[in-house]
């Protein structure tokens, strides 16, 4: 889920970035190559792109570094070999806490309006009728919930963008 708010703001918090020859291991949740280790502390987030396979470009958090691997928190890695072919890029980020806990609250709000989100558009009992359906569809998501609270974190351009230089 932060991968995908970050996404929405326009902002990945980048401070550091690594690029190189990478693999995703989904049984270790191990992401292997060269790193510098001071980019990387655990309990700090990552975000990757680049990877052919889109899993594994996302935001995930360090639970283990050493110069040859990170560690993550998360069993959504898909194995891919070598990246040498072509070039990934991990970016270190410095997310502000008060980001962080936005996405807490995010995630709990999805949670408990997981039948209106997934298309739930009316329920009639009787002569008793709801409709949230246009409410969803109109921006009414988390984005539409949480959108004076996203204000703060969005930006008019993409930083992923901007780093690639388009």
């Known amino acids: 889920m932060i991968g995908e708010?970050?996404?929405y703001c326009n902002n990945h918090f980048i401070d550091?970035?690594?690029?190189?020859?990478?693999?995703?291991?989904?049984?270790?949740?191990?992401?292997?190559?060269?790193?510098t280790e001071d980019h990387y502390v655990v309990g700090s987030y990552i975000y990757v792109t680049?990877?052919?396979?889109?899993?594994?470009?996302?935001?995930?958090?360090i639970v283990e570094v050493d110069a040859t691997y990170l560690v993550v928190d998360s069993s959504d890695l898909v194995d891919e070999d070598s990246t040498d072919k072509y070039t990934v890029y991990i970016m270190s980020c410095r997310i502000?806490?008060?980001?962080?806990?936005?996405?807490?609250?995010?995630d709990?709000?999805?949670?408990?309006n997981s039948a209106k989100a997934n298309g739930v558009a009316?329920?009639?009992?009787?002569?008793?009728?709801?409709?949230?359906?246009?409410?969803?569809?109109?921006?009414?998501?988390?984005?539409?919930?949480?959108?004076?609270?996203l204000r703060e974190f969005k930006s008019?351009?993409?930083d992923l963008k901007c780093f690639y230089g388009y």
């Open 5 to 7: 708010v970050m996404d």
């Open 16 to 35: 550091e970035i690594d690029s190189g020859d990478f693999a995703f291991v989904n049984s270790t949740s191990k992401i292997t190559g060269t790193f």
């Open 50 to 61: 680049g990877a052919k396979v889109p899993q594994n470009n996302n935001a995930f958090k």
């Open 96 to 106: 502000p806490n008060s980001f962080l806990s936005l996405v807490t609250d995010i």
């Open 108 to 112: 709990t709000w999805n949670t408990s």
């Open 122 to 149: 009316s329920e009639k009992i009787d002569d008793y009728s709801i409709n949230f359906g246009d409410a969803i569809k109109n921006g009414g998501g988390w984005q539409g919930a949480f959108g004076g609270r």
């Open 156 to 158: 008019i351009f993409s």
